[in-house]
């Protein structure tokens, strides 16, 4: 192929990127649109196999058959997450604004590290930054970045918080000088159910995880504040030196919600940093049904907020945003080719000071396109719909007595168990539920979840979809119900 058939910007580019592209857009439609399963089924070893031909051949094929080869051995043993019967994790189906928007924003390839990289795109990630702190109620000082989601939105959350807590408690600057021997006392709140990522967090920097202190939850599994009121208490007679409370606005497993405003006393009272990991539920807040369970957001000090979830936008895509803006200034630095001193005088946009990346797509262009192409209305109708969805699959379960429903959903999470007997042990069941989401995942009926609770596995459904049906629940219960049947009967179990 020559160059100008490889680039665009001469007439034999443009058409080859046409196309590429209209061959490319064929391809998934093909694969998606008349799959009956929503996963082949493939293992490991049989996928490996198709790919034994080499990766960087001497010479190579064409463009077309290489996008044949995705064709014919990637899509159709990809995880089809715009299949009905896909449920399985915190993976939407993509809309398709957000993927038009993705071909716009990676062939124009703008990076967010320089306003000269990415002119327009730096303004409108700016625009789109302060609709969503309006959109949580943030106070003017708020700003925000766009990241790759909610593990790096809540690293930088207690990044911040660590380096504020260090300069203002020890007088040390983290950034120059490195951690201060009191690193040490430094402790983390967060709910029992938090996601992992806050000890991941802890762990990279330099606290290690055991600066993470988990509080106990109540029957709903949101902190129990009475129970953090204890812990904050025992702390302080160690002698130890909290700095940061984590809320969860939707729990990776049962979408619970923690009493946000709660959270906020105590944060003011201990004059803690308050961080809301909303990656999951922070959709609510376009919904006029369901936005007050997230009351007391607009009091945290910074928010994670992932788009690749509930707002149904290609992965990657998440924003952090932060109350007052000008903490930035505890991880900002600036570089003589990319932002030097000079431009923050002459007002030139400067992103790369509020993010732990320096080359950064234009993600923000997907939110974008889809908040101006459905609006505020359009968006909640979808959440709305999954959440309502969630509801009814619970009665279903609830309703079945070979299924054992294990809590109420918040959020679209949905947990149960296939319990086929009264009195069947648990650690029958466990053996059972987790062998029926193995051949599950074999045979690509139904792609479900699998989770432990009080030590038992069970089985979820995150119900993202939003033109799945009821009808469709119900039958990805029965291909529970006829998978389990089946091994129930390999495995001899009666009770």
């Given at each position: 192929?020559?160059?100008?058939?490889?680039?665009?910007?001469?007439?034999?580019?443009?058409?080859?990127?046409?196309?590429?592209?209209?061959?490319?857009?064929?391809?998934?439609?093909?694969?998606f649109?008349?799959?009956?399963?929503?996963?082949?089924?493939?293992?490991?070893?049989?996928?490996?196999?198709?790919?034994?031909?080499?990766?960087?051949?001497?010479?190579?094929?064409?463009?077309?058959?290489?996008?044949?080869?995705?064709?014919?051995?990637?899509?159709?043993?990809?995880?089809?997450?715009?299949?009905?019967?896909c449920?399985?994790?915190?993976?939407?189906?993509?809309?398709?604004?957000?993927?038009?928007?993705?071909?716009?924003?990676?062939?124009?390839?703008?990076?967010?590290?320089?306003?000269?990289?990415?002119?327009?795109?730096?303004?409108?990630?700016?625009?789109?930054?302060?609709?969503?702190?309006?959109?949580?109620?943030?106070?003017?000082?708020?700003?925000g970045?766009?990241?790759?989601?909610?593990?790096?939105s809540?690293?930088?959350?207690?990044?911040?918080?660590?380096?504020?807590?260090?300069?203002?408690?020890?007088?040390?600057?983290?950034?120059?000088?490195?951690?201060?021997p009191?690193?040490?006392?430094?402790?983390?709140?967060?709910?029992?159910?938090?996601h992992?990522?806050?000890?991941?967090?802890?762990?990279?920097?330099?606290?290690?995880?055991?600066?993470?202190?988990?509080?106990?939850?109540?029957?709903?599994?949101?902190?129990?504040?009475?129970?953090?009121?204890?812990?904050?208490?025992?702390?302080?007679?160690?002698?130890?030196?909290?700095?940061?409370?984590?809320?969860?606005?939707?729990?990776?497993?049962?979408?619970?919600?923690?009493?946000?405003?709660?959270?906020?006393?105590?944060?003011?009272?201990?004059?803690?940093?308050?961080?809301v990991?909303?990656?999951?539920?922070?959709?609510?807040?376009?919904?006029?049904?369901?936005?007050?369970?997230?009351?007391?957001?607009?009091?945290?000090?910074?928010?994670?907020?992932?788009?690749?979830?509930?707002?149904?936008?290609?992965?990657?895509?998440g924003?952090?945003?932060?109350?007052?803006?000008?903490?930035?200034?505890?991880?900002?630095?600036?570089?003589?080719?990319?932002?030097?001193?000079?431009?923050?005088?002459?007002?030139?946009?400067?992103?790369?000071?509020?993010?732990?990346?320096?080359?950064?797509?234009?993600d923000?262009?997907?939110?974008?396109?889809?908040f101006?192409?459905l609006?505020?209305?359009?968006?909640?109708?979808?959440?709305?719909?999954?959440?309502?969805?969630?509801?009814?699959?619970?009665?279903?379960?609830?309703?079945?007595?070979?299924?054992?429903?294990?809590?109420?959903?918040?959020?679209?999470?949905?947990?149960?168990?296939?319990?086929?007997?009264?009195?069947?042990?648990?650690?029958?069941?466990?053996?059972?539920?987790?062998?029926?989401?193995?051949?599950?995942?074999?045979?690509?009926?139904?792609?479900?979840?699998?989770?432990?609770?009080?030590?038992?596995?069970?089985?979820?459904?995150?119900?993202?979809?939003?033109?799945?049906?009821?009808?469709?629940?119900?039958?990805?219960?029965?291909i529970?119900?006829?998978?389990?049947?089946?091994?129930?009967?390999?495995?001899?179990?009666?009770?």
């Amino acid at each position: 192929m020559s160059a100008d058939e490889l680039f665009l910007g001469s007439e034999t580019g443009n058409v080859a990127y046409r196309e590429a592209m209209q061959q490319a857009a064929n391809a998934v439609v093909d694969s998606f649109a008349h799959t009956e399963e929503p996963y082949s089924g493939r293992s490991p070893d049989a996928l490996a196999e198709q790919f034994e031909e080499p990766v960087i051949p001497e010479t190579g094929t064409d463009l077309d058959t290489a996008i044949d080869e995705v064709a014919t051995k990637v899509l159709p043993h990809s995880v089809g997450t715009s299949h009905s019967r896909c449920a399985a994790h915190l993976q939407c189906p993509p809309m398709i604004p957000g993927l038009a928007a993705e071909a716009m924003l990676t062939a124009a390839n703008q990076s967010l590290d320089s306003f000269d990289q990415a002119p327009a795109a730096t303004v409108l990630e700016q625009e789109v930054i302060g609709a969503l702190c309006e959109l949580f109620d943030l106070p003017d000082a708020a700003d925000g970045v766009f990241t790759s989601g909610g593990t790096q939105s809540n690293f930088q959350a207690l990044l911040l918080a660590r380096d504020k807590y260090c300069s203002q408690q020890f007088g040390r600057d983290v950034q120059t000088s490195g951690l201060p021997p009191e690193a040490e006392s430094l402790r983390i709140l967060c709910s029992e159910e938090a996601h992992f990522t806050g000890k991941q967090a802890a762990h990279h920097l330099g606290l290690g995880e055991d600066a993470v202190v988990t509080v106990p939850t109540d029957e709903k599994r949101q902190i129990d504040p009475d129970a953090l009121d204890a812990v904050l208490a025992g702390l302080e007679t160690n002698g130890v030196e909290p700095f940061a409370l984590v809320g969860t606005a939707g729990t990776t497993d049962f979408g619970s919600i923690d009493p946000l405003d709660a959270l906020a006393d105590r944060a003011v009272e201990h004059d803690l940093w308050f961080h809301v990991d909303a990656a999951y539920g922070g959709a609510l807040a376009l919904s006029d049904d369901y936005d007050s369970l997230l009351s007391g957001i607009a009091r945290a000090d910074s928010i994670a907020v992932d788009f690749h979830k509930l707002f149904y936008q290609p992965i990657s895509c998440g924003a952090f945003l932060l109350r007052e803006g000008a903490d930035f200034e505890w991880m900002a630095r600036n570089a003589a080719y990319l932002n030097p001193e000079a431009h923050d005088e002459a007002g030139v946009p400067n992103l790369v000071a509020k993010s732990v990346q320096t080359t950064r797509r234009f993600d923000a262009l997907k939110p974008y396109v889809a908040f101006r192409a459905l609006g505020r209305e359009g968006v909640a109708e979808l959440v709305d719909s999954t959440l309502a969805l969630a509801d009814g699959a619970a009665s279903l379960i609830r309703d079945a007595e070979d299924f054992e429903l294990l809590h109420e959903p918040t959020l679209n999470a949905v947990v149960f168990r296939y319990r086929p007997h009264t009195g069947m042990s648990d650690r029958t069941v466990s053996r059972l539920n987790a062998e029926i989401r193995e051949q599950l995942l074999q045979d690509g009926r139904a792609i479900v979840a699998r989770t432990e609770v009080a030590g038992v596995t069970s089985l979820k459904f995150t119900l993202l979809n939003p033109t799945a049906t009821l009808d469709d629940v119900a039958t990805m219960l029965d291909i529970v119900r006829d998978c389990g049947m089946a091994v129930t009967q390999e495995m001899g179990v009666v009770a």
